[in-house]
């Protein structure tokens, strides 16, 4: 029998309460110079024991690990949302939370920014790998904390990361409810779950990845599909446009 996550496949209980971790993320959740344990993180399995706002280490690895913002203002008496957002190439997780943190500030929902295990996602490089099992681990650990509102879970992304929410949240429709891509390259889907909704933008003059080729083909491929699609083209290169990222937001929360 083959391995779903081959495809791209999750664990569709992820977010179940209480739900127990994988062996594997019990094992690597170590603590490298984390404001909050590793081990702490990963142990709790109520979701009552917030944290304190700020940012957290997961303690999935000693280096290239997974960061959790929670904001000032979150809810705790109700489910919260949470937007997963996936770094470009190159990137790390503290480059791109500063785009999002301002509006789960003024919004009141988790960010959690996932950390590739190599420089880029692993999907570009060759297939599914350590990085969709290290973001099961990382939303296994949130959820032991925060009861998610399963209605507003975006997977996000930067340009590789773009490619990267695309691919795994179209794949995993029934986690993520929201599919939100930045500037974006590439899908690679051979597994469809779910209907989630998705957002798309991209730069008019990116000289990195070619609007035709990328940003549009990808809207209309998935248009046609029957996907319930919001493509914004702005006049831009190969950036995350502020005002772009605040439409994406409400787009997400609406």
């Given amino acids: 029998m083959f391995d779903p996550a081959l495809f791209g496949r999750m ?24 404001a909050t ?13 917030s944290l304190p706002p700020g940012r957290h280490p997961l303690g999935l690895s000693d280096v290239r690990d997974a960061v959790l913002y929670v904001p000032p203002n979150l809810p705790k008496d109700k489910p919260v949302a949470l937007f997963v957002m996936f770094h470009g190439a190159g990137g790390f997780p503290e480059k791109v939370l500063p785009f ?16 590739s295990t190599f ?4 999907i570009v490089i060759g297939g599914n790998g350590p990085d969709l099992e290290r973001l099961q681990q990382a939303l296994g650990i949130v959820a032991s904390r925060y009861s998610i ?23 995993n429709g029934d986690i993520a409810s929201h599919v939100i891509a930045f500037s974006g390259g590439f899908m690679s889907i051979f597994v469809q779950e779910g209907q989630p909704r998705v957002f798309i933008a991209h730069g008019l003059i990116d000289e990195q990845l070619p609007i035709a080729t990328s940003g549009r083909n990808n809207a209309n491929k998935l248009k046609a599909s029957g ?28």
């Fill in 149 to 171: 509102d399963t209605s507003r879970v975006a997977f996000a992304g930067f340009s590789d990361g773009a490619s990267y929410a695309l691919s795994i949240g179209v794949t």
């Fill in 100 to 115: 999002i943190e301002p509006h789960a500030d003024r919004h009141g929902f988790l960010v959690l920014a996932p950390h």
């Fill in 37 to 49: 344990p590793a081990s702490a993180l990963a142990a709790s399995s109520s979701p009552s024991e």
């Fill in 11 to 34: 664990s569709p209980g992820v977010f179940t309460p209480g739900r127990p971790l994988a062996a594997s993320a019990q094992d690597d959740a170590t603590s490298a110079n984390s």
């Fill in 227 to 254: 996907y319930d699609v919001e493509y914004v083209e702005f006049d831009g290169l190969h950036i995350i446009e502020p005002g772009v990222v605040a439409r994406a937001i409400d787009f997400f929360l609406a």
């Fill in 119 to 122: 420089p880029t996602w692993d």
